[in-house]
């Protein structure tokens, strides 16, 4: 397997990206700590996930979980806000900037219905002037760059990405982010990288291609149907973290498993109080144990654990280390 990338680095507005692939924000995820966890394994980039503009402006805690705990080897990092009134995108990506984002990105993509049906993330798509002024507004106040991460569309009938990122270009977005999917498909069907392609060939600000990338394979397929800029890369995180480091998750060794599990949980526990850290560390375990194919019963045990050395004693029993 020849695990060389086309491109070693690429470059939007001043930030000069060192590798091609970038971690997804996903929100309930992509904290610090995994965050820091990909970068260590090789993203070249990060996102936070994805911020309301309202909490910003109402100084919730939710906004402040989401930005105060980001460390120096999270750079570069863009903050991604949301939110359907550009006054409020505006001023919240102006107020965000105390806190050292080196880029802003409009989330432009997000599907879940909460969202989406009041017009930000993917309600966006519809409302092409909101986008312009956001960009317009963002670009002539702030010197960092402002970035985009689309969907194709609203649904197969409102496929506007072409315009959409005509626009977002036109508008001073610095780079934009594809997931090759509508609205409407949510997370259905197989990401499109034939829309991914027309668009890199159609604007000169770099591409990140999204969707469906889940091993090496797709990681050169990718890049070779579409031609674009960098990778970035989801829910294929979530199971295999060393998917930035071009490894297949089995060639991972259960010691090194077992390793990222003790890294990962000492850093929640550090940002969290230890019981929540446990709490939110179930959905990783979950996912790095998949090749283990744990019963129900033995999820269960696993995560009655109330420390995390007991509950990283249990995990190096079942990985027999
Ligand atoms: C649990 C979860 C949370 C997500 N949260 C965000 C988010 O906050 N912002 C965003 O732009 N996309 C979000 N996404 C979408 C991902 O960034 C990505 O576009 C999508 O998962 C497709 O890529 P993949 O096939 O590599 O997973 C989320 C996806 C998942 C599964």
Known sequence: ?????????????NIEVN???VAAPMDGISDSAFRRILRKQGAALCYTEFINAQDVLNDSILF??????????????????????????????????RFQPDFIDINIG??????????????????PDKIAEIFDRLTDTLSIPITAKIRLGWDESHSNYLEISHLIEAHGGAM????????????????????????????????IGNGDVKCVD??????????????MIGRAAIANPWLFAMRDRHEISNAEVYALIREQLAMMVSDYEEET????????????????????????VLFDHRTSQSLLKAIEKLLEL
């Open 110 to 127: 997000c599907s879940v219905a909460r969202v989406a049906n009041r017009g930000a993330g993917a309600g966006l798509l519809l409302e």
């Open 19 to 21: 590798g091609t692939l």
């Open 64 to 97: 402040q979980r989401k930005v105060a705990s980001i460390r120096e080897e999270e750079h570069p990092i863009g903050f991604q806000v949301y939110d359907a009134d550009p006054d409020a995108v505006v001023t919240a990506a102006q107020k965000l900037t």
């Open 176 to 207: 934009i982010a594809v997931h090759g999917r509508t609205r409407q498909q949510g997370f259905q069907g197989k990401a499109n990288w034939d829309a991914i392609r027309e668009i890199k060939k159609d604007i000169s600000i770099p591409v």
């Open 1 to 13: 397997m020849d695990k060389k990338l086309p491109l070693s680095s690429f470059r939007f507005g």
């Open 218 to 231: 797709d990681i050169h397929a990718m890049f070779s149907e579409t031609k674009c800029d960098a990778i």
């Open 277 to 300: 850290a446990l709490l939110l560390f179930r959905k990783f375990v979950n996912h790095y144990l998949i090749p283990l194919h744990l019963n129900r019963a033995q999820k269960t």
